[in-house]
């Protein structure tokens, strides 16, 4: 008997403000199984979890509230200039975020997956960046896009940076300069374009944006049934390459 083929996984993301989350909701609302990186990276650091025992016994109890959660600012505090702490954090982080999210993704079923990870970008780089310095092969699938292995599709939600700096000032109430450190600590809008399969511009408003998720919705679950066809051009291939070229 053959093996369940695995899901075919859509990588959302996008710079702060983009309007991911929404995206994420409305693909949700479509039926498509929503895996959320960020939620996934509070559940692996909650109380009474393996990873902030780990983060603890690194960094002390200076880092946990009163009620021993994760004071998410203490820690930030303390990696934000350390370098080597930050490598730390992660190295606990990181794979305890990355088997959660294929857990999930094996539970999950769905005519496809969407995988909101919004630094998939700065991911990607430090990988690449890593793999140069070691001399080893980048970690992709090697796709012409450099995508990273496990995903099938890259979605970026883009829009302008003035836009995001305006809806940074008004959601989180900071400054422009504030803003636009914000935006300056993440990938450029270039970067992340360079990564896409799929663009999104969101600068027209819900009703846009959720009409562009409609559109996308469509083709991804006509690229989904075509990469679990049996092998061999068929209508389902010849209809997903069509739908994709347009």
Known sequence: MSATPPPFRVGLTGGIASGKSRAAEVFAQLGAPVIDSDVIAREVVAPGSAGLAAIRARFGDGVLLPDGSLDRRALRERVFADAGARRDLEAITHPLIRQKMADDSARAGGPYQVHVIPLLTEGARKAAAAAAASGAPVPTDASPTGRPRGLDRILVID???????????????????????????????????????????????PDALEEAVRALHERYLALAAAATAPAGPGPALAAAAKTAAE
């Open 159 to 205: 829009c302008p940076e003035e836009m995001q700096v305006a809806r940074v000032m008004a959601r989180d109430r900071v400054d422009e300069a504030g803003a636009r450190a914000v935006l300056a600590a993440q990938a450029s809008r270039a970067e992340r374009l360079a990564l896409a399969d799929d663009v999104i511009l969101n600068d027209r408003g």
